[in-house]
Every structure is written in C-alpha cells, then in structure tokens.
C-alpha cells in the first residue's frame, strides 16, 4: 500500500512538473534591420524565423510596407510574430484598441478578454488576449492569443503569441517573448 502511495504522489509531482514547464528560448536574440527579439528554439525540423512583407493599403488610400517576422513551432500550432508598418496611424488608447478589435476579429470562435496597459519596448501599449476554437480539415485548435500593439511615430509595431493549448506554450512564454523585444 505504501508504494502504491508513492507512485501516486510521484506522478502527482510530475504531472504538476509538465504543467509548469515552458518553452525553451535562444540563447542569442534575433536580430532583425529594425528590432532584436529572443524567439523560442525552433523545432528541429523547421527552417526558424521567417521574414516576409507585402503592399497594404491603408483607409487614406495610400500603400505601405508591412514586415512580418515569425517563427512557427510545434508544427506550427504555437506562432510567435513581430509586425510592423510605416502607416503613421492615431497611437492614442482608442486608436491601439480599435487596432487590437481587428486583429481579434480574425479568429473564429473568439472570446477576448480586457484590453489592458502594457508596453512595448518601452513604449506606451495595449494589450489584449482572447481564447478561439478553429477548425481546419478534421482537427480542431483551442488556442489562446496574446497581443501588444504600440505605436512610434509614424510606425505601428505589433507582436502577438499564439498557444494551442495542447501545447506547453503559456502566458509566461508570450510575455518574455513580449519583454525581449528591443526596438532599434
């Protein structure tokens, strides 16, 4: 009886142990032209971070440039990304949530919590996080995003952590992602 009730608290230790765990992060920032950031270790199989950008236009009609620096791990079902764009958009608390309302209306399913203060590489942020159910094919994703958005000058910078929650990516994951981000 005795082992039998140590073999339970030791798999209640351990269990208790894989839920606290959390993601791995480089050793060295990633330095990108604008910003430096330490992304988590990309899965093994994976090319790391990606950079791309494309033509947007804005509601003034004219076009400008959207960078997007992400890093997809755990076959892609957690996603850290860095965004930004010369857009020169109104960077008041009104402004920064009406940015957050559209991202968050991008997920399926969303249920978003408070917009709260935050920063973003020292500067003045808001923050949000909402929880989605996406169904692609036969598999379905419980996810849970996090969100700063912040703007300097004429720049709107914008990261956001994405965790499937089958996954150990956690809040304390997408805040020291958050919190590593160092524009230049």
């Not at 030791?10 to 269990?15: D, E, G, R």
Request: with cysteine; proline share 4%.
């Amino acid at each position: 009886m005795r082992f039998l009730r140590l073999t339970l608290a030791f798999l209640a230790l351990t269990t208790a142990a894989a839920v606290a765990q959390s993601l791995e992060f480089t050793d060295t920032p990633y330095a990108a032209p604008a910003f430096s950031a330490t992304y988590p270790v990309p899965d093994k199989d994976k090319p790391g971070i990606t950079y791309s950008s494309q033509n947007v236009t804005l509601k003034s009609g004219a076009t400008a440039v959207m960078h997007n620096y992400a890093l997809g791990i755990h076959n892609d079902t957690d996603a850290f990304l860095i965004i930004y764009c010369d857009a020169n958009l109104q960077g008041d608390k009104a402004g920064l949530d009406t940015m957050l309302d559209g991202a968050v209306a991008t997920l399926e399913n969303v249920k978003a919590g408070p917009k709260t203060d935050a920063t973003f590489s020292g500067l003045p942020a808001r923050a949000v996080w909402a929880t989605s159910t996406h169904t692609s094919g036969q598999n379905t994703y419980n996810r849970t995003m996090y969100e700063r958005i912040a703007v300097q000058g004429a720049r709107v910078w914008q990261a956001l952590v994405i965790c499937d929650r089958t996954t150990n990516c956690t809040e304390a994951d997408a805040n020291r992602f958050f919190n590593s981000i160092k524009i230049r």
